[in-house]
């Protein structure tokens, strides 16, 4: 549980889909449970109200009057995980316009989000999203994701990119944990 001054921070990895998210979620919440225990993993996803779900299953893009109450819902629920724990939570959340960024920070305004986005090359998102199975977005949604796509620019603090094209899983992390470095460890 945080204490004193002490806000909860939430890494959120960000990006279209089939970029990696919930696999490098994963191993971030595996390397810094040692030091935070309890430290808990939300999968974004998992959280959309039943009518979002349909409508993805069906292959209709979301709208922003869509996705309102689900990014508040994944900041509040992202908050408590982290007060409730260790100070820290992980959750996966596509995050990709500015506009969502900022409605999940200003409606949990008490906690620190640090949005790390996961790119990859707009072929290599459509292979593997075309392999997929079990999952309700539909590969062809992925340009829609793309033409929705504002990555933070240096103006934007608390958010940064790393680029997951051709490298492995464990490259991939590495470079997660060197841009989460300083957030994670509070200095």
């Not at 409605?103 to 949990?108: L, Q, V």
């Not at 008490?110 to 392999?131: E, S, V």
């Not at 994701?145 to 680029?163: G, H, I, R």
Request: net charge negative.
């Amino acid at each position: 549980m945080t204490t004193g001054t002490s806000r909860p921070k939430v890494v959120v990895l960000a990006g279209t889909a089939g970029t990696g998210k919930s696999t490098i979620a994963l191993k971030l919440k595996e390397i810094y449970q040692s030091a935070h225990p309890g430290l808990e993993f939300l999968e974004g996803d998992t959280i959309h109200p039943p009518e979002n779900v349909a409508k993805m299953s069906m292959g209709v893009p979301l709208t922003d009057d869509d996705r309102w109450g689900w990014l508040r819902k994944v900041g509040e629920m992202s908050t408590q995980q982290a007060e409730a724990h260790s100070g820290l939570s992980v959750v996966t959340c596509s995050s990709l316009k500015k506009k969502y960024r900022d409605e999940i920070r200003y409606h949990s305004p008490g906690t620190d989000f640090y949005f790390l986005f996961l790119l990859a090359d707009r072929l290599l998102i459509l292979d593997r999203m075309t392999k997929r199975e079990g999952h309700f977005m539909k590969a062809n949604m992925i340009n829609s994701q793309f033409s929705d796509l504002e990555l933070p620019d240096s103006n934007e603090e608390l958010a940064s990119t790393v680029d997951v094209d051709g490298k492995s899983i464990d490259q991939v992390v590495v470079e997660c944990e060197a841009a989460l470095k300083e957030f994670v460890s509070g200095q």
